[in-house]
């Protein structure tokens, strides 16, 4: 019985770890993709790279970890991609769009 409790004890530590470093990925991603790209002033794709990061991070968390409670982690994990997919269409328009202006 102990045992269970243990092992159960030790999944509830690895979720809150897995949570804290996605969050801090997630941080380090801001900070480091912010100063990358020197030809892109407004930060676009510092931005677009960590919208793609984000879902990857969430979806690794998401399907590792099936349980009944996270079911607020797979909602998040649908609304992020969603939002990811969103705005790759978004940017892949503008940037077709930035092409008829080059002359």
């Known amino acids: 019985m102990s045992e269970i409790t243990q092992q ?8 809150k770890l897995s949570l804290a470093l996605i969050f801090l990925n997630s ?3 801001i900070l480091l993709f912010g100063g ?9 794709q510092s931005i677009l790279a960590f919208i793609l990061f984000f879902p990857l991070l ?13 079911r607020w982690a797979k909602w998040l994990f649908w609304l992020s991609l969603v939002v ?3 705005s790759l269409g978004i940017y892949w328009y503008l940037y ?7 002359n």
């Open 8 to 15: 159960n004890s030790d999944k509830a530590k690895n979720k």
């Open 27 to 29: 941080l380090f991603v």
């Open 36 to 44: 990358t790209f020197g030809y892109d002033p407004d930060h676009v």
């Open 58 to 70: 969430l979806g690794i968390y998401t399907f590792s970890y099936k349980e009944k409670e996270d």
């Open 96 to 102: 077709e769009l930035a092409k008829g202006f080059k």
């Open 84 to 86: 990811a997919l969103v």
